[in-house]
């Protein structure tokens, strides 16, 4: 039986890969493999049962309302004109230095990410504002959209997160805890990132033209527009980590807080307000359909004990715990290639989780060592998003940025993925960057 449940199990790895290489959703691509797999190790009237309680019990599940809240609590932030005023306050702080426009996007971005949660929307919502006014002032296409690419990474890897949210569902770890330990990666994240668009314009000036600095007064006005979304910021997070409320209670106020500041400076139209509801509603949906269709394969791997054979396979290879999970790291890139973060996340963990967890690794706590392996894994799926072949940022940013040939961009972005690599292998090494902050705010 172990044997053909093997076989059944590669099979349909293999034929979800040729569904999605046909260009199927993702979703569908690994329900049709799961559900066939389920009806070959089951029967008919076994799969019909699991079909009719799954849906039920994954949409009912009160944490994954945190997914929405925080996709409303981006979308309002969006529409509210939130990212503008954002990237004309980091424009003043760092606007005048050579390169500063393509800085003021990376904070900018961070910033955004901070009330998104999203790569994708953040990449899209600060293209949308930054891209005119680099590509206006001179600045190459390849410096403009590689690093709007890579800027959109930070909205998963500074908290909150919509893929660390899945994954703290995923493996029933805390939220807050993993907020807490994305923040110090993402906050590094960010600065390298500025000081790769520094080196860029040090050793070719032409990328950047030289700008003027911004009058002092003007330097204020910009900064002081963006006391809402501080504000906003310190209450949702503050709450969290203060115990006031719940990762989900947070996210609530957070989009109600939103909406609030984007209504009284009349900047959150009727029509806005639609398009925001309308956004996150479509997103919200494509979302758990791949939980749907990740349920189902998931579902069939448990029947054919892959999760418990990998565990049994990986704890016996004759390297170090370290290789191994460099190894898996590895793997997320490839699939990072042909799959989005949320579908490598549902599908894999469930198999990997286990496997990691079972490994020496510094000696570090059952915890401790899942909330860093959560950090590597967002830190992977970011890296994901902007390389080549795929790099579904780069596609968002080209979508928009139209003059500029998707080549050029992703030429650009490989001074990033070079600093994305050393960044994840410092992580590897001391994995206090990810659970200094957790111990501080979690004694």
Known sequence: MTGSASTIGVVMFIGMMVLMALRMPIAAAMFIPGAAGYWLMTDTGTLLNLLKGNAVARLTVYELSVIPLFLLMGQFASQGGLSRDLFRAATALVGHVRGGLAMASLLSAGAFGAVCGSSVATSATITQVAYPHMRGQGYSGRLSTATLAAGGTLGILIPPSVPLVVYAILTEQNIAKLFAAAMVPGILAMLGYMVVVWLSVYLKPALAPATTATTGRAKWQALGSVWPIAFIFVVVFGGIYGGLFSPTEGAAVGAALTLLVGMLRRELSPQGMRSALLGTAETTAMVFMIFLGADMMNATLALTETPKLVAQWVTHLPIPGIGVVLAVLL???????????????????????????????????????????????LMTVGIGMIAPPIGLNVYVVNSMAKDVPMAETYKGVMPFLVWDALRLLALLCFPVLALGLVKLLFP
């Open 331 to 377: 793997l997320y890139v490839l699939l990072g290639c042909v799959m989005d973060e949320l579908s490598m996340l549902l599908l894999t963990i469930p198999v990997i989780f286990p496997a990691i967890m079972a490994l020496d690794l510094w000696g570090l706590k059952y915890e401790a060592k899942a909330l860093w392996f959560g950090i590597l894994v």
